[in-house]
């Protein structure tokens, strides 16, 4: 992600954030997701730039090791909004886990300035 990309996950992140006015469960649940969202994306890249762009000589099931702790930290998200309504939202964390995806997405509906599009 470029910084431009980054810009739209701390505006969405704000927007997020705002939701605490309406209730501050909401709040509270996409601030775990979107701190969820944003380890996971930094996990990826670490993984990407070490496994696949250096070439290293990997074990068999190290990609199904990696990608199963990110379904693990996804899921232990979406677990403590479960067990611990009075304090987070499950629908809140969810939406706060697609932090990075809702970024990417924006910053390629909005054009940039000066960019004609073909």
């Known amino acids: ?4 990309s980054w810009k739209f996950c701390r ?3 704000l927007i997020g954030l ?6 501050w469960q909401y709040a509270t ?6 701190c969820a969202a944003v380890l996971l994306y930094k996990r990826n890249e ?3 730039n070490d496994v696949v762009d ?9 990609g199904f090791a990696h990608f199963l702790v990110n379904y693990a930290i996804m899921a232990g998200v979406l677990m403590l909004g479960a067990l611990f ?3 987070l939202n499950i629908y809140a964390s ?3 886990l697609t932090l990075i995806k809702l970024a990417v997405i924006m910053e390629n509906l909005i054009p940039q300035k000066g960019v004609q599009s073909q």
């Open 11 to 13: 505006i969405i992140a």
């Open 94 to 96: 969810a939406i706060g």
């Open 29 to 34: 649940g996409f601030a775990l997701g979107a």
């Open 54 to 62: 250096m070439n290293q000589n990997v074990h068999k099931g190290t």
């Open 18 to 23: 705002l939701s605490g006015m309406i209730h």
């Open 85 to 87: 309504p009075a304090v």
């Open 46 to 48: 670490t993984y990407w």
């Open 1 to 4: 992600m470029n910084s431009r």
